[in-house]
């Protein structure tokens, strides 16, 4: 684990920022790991394409980017939102406030949410309304997607 304050862009979870007189932005994205961040780094991308508005304002186009916006459309958005405010009521978040699950790091834990989807899948499509289902098998294989994130980061 990565407890010095060096570059780990491929950790991603909560931060929080500590910006000091003559230092770089530290940015805590796990208890005791960090990812030092220039404010120097950014670009403004550019695909040389042009939509022009009515105001005469110009802007790059939004051809080939992801709708994120899109996520929104429909219920689950809100679904899993409640099954994570939930979840944190029942599974203590870190003091710096990062989620409970975000601490999986192993294939164990990887197989575990892997296991949990595939059940509460099956309960999905049985029809069981005991618990949110659906919402529970997103949580489940983000879960998964991000412990396999977090084994191919290098360490």
């Known amino acids: 684990m990565n407890t010095d304050p060096s570059m780990n862009p491929n950790i991603r979870g909560p931060a929080s920022f ?10 805590t994205v796990h208890p005791g790991e960090f990812v030092k961040v ?5 670009v403004v991308k550019d695909s040389g394409s042009r939509a022009e508005y009515p105001s005469g304002m110009v802007r790059d186009t939004t051809d080939g980017k ?5 996520i929104f459309d429909g219920p689950m958005m809100d679904r899993y939102a409640e099954h994570l405010t939930k979840a944190k009521a029942k599974y203590q978040d870190d003091p710096d406030g990062t989620p409970n699950w975000m601490r999986a790091a192993s294939v164990e834990e990887m197989l575990r949410f892997r296991k949990s989807a595939a059940r509460h899948f099956r309960q999905w499509l049985r029809g069981d309304v005991d618990e949110d289902h659906a919402a529970a098998v997103i949580f489940n294989l983000n879960g998964v997607e991000y412990v396999k994130e977090r084994l191919r980061a290098p360490r």
Do not use: C, I, M, N
Not at 38 to 42: A, L, T, V
Not at 66 to 70: K, L, N, P, Q
């Open 18 to 27: 500590a910006l000091g007189p003559e230092r770089p932005v530290l940015v």
């Open 38 to 42: 220039s404010k120097h780094e950014f």
């Open 66 to 70: 992801a709708e994120y916006d899109r």
